[in-house]
Nanobody, 124 residues
Framework: QLQASGGGLVQTGDSLRVSCAFS????????VGWFRQAPGKEREFVAAIHRSSGGTSYAESVKGRFTISRDNARAMVSLLMNSLRPEDTAVYYC???????????????????WGQGTLVTVSS
């Protein structure tokens, strides 16, 4: 089970951290990704962190501004978002799966479990 939290209303240039709490299984065996969906748009990949290598992947639109990290002891993944822009406004979803290869990190269909989403609104 995944529970996303931390969304809110911020201004352009602000920072915000969204978190995803994991429960029900051995967290360290799961790869976790963040996706977002803006109003009227399709869901898109944001960032992911692999279960074993700890390797990360970012969408080009957020690279250098967002940082994904995981705390296996607390069974949580965080997404620190800096220099936020109005175009970052979306519902952010965390997703997890045990059987993702590195080349599939950006594909939503690769993730078996999804959280409920948390809304991030960036005002201009």
């Amino acid at each position: 089970q995944l529970q996303a939290s931390g969304g809110g209303l911020v201004q352009t240039g602000d920072s915000l951290r969204v978190s995803c709490a994991f429960s029900g299984d051995t967290f360290r065996t799961y790869t976790v990704g963040w996706f977002r969906q803006a109003p009227g748009k399709e869901r898109e990949f944001v960032a992911a962190i692999h279960r074993s290598s700890g390797g990360t992947s970012y969408a080009e639109s957020v690279k250098g501004r967002f940082t994904i990290s995981r705390d296996n002891a607390r069974a949580m993944v965080s997404l620190l978002m800096n220099s936020l822009r109005p175009e970052d406004t979306a519902v952010y979803y965390c997703a997890a799966s045990r059987t993702i290869i590195l080349s599939s990190l950006r594909l939503g269909g690769s993730y078996a479990h999804w959280g409920q989403g948390t809304l991030v609104t960036v005002s201009s």
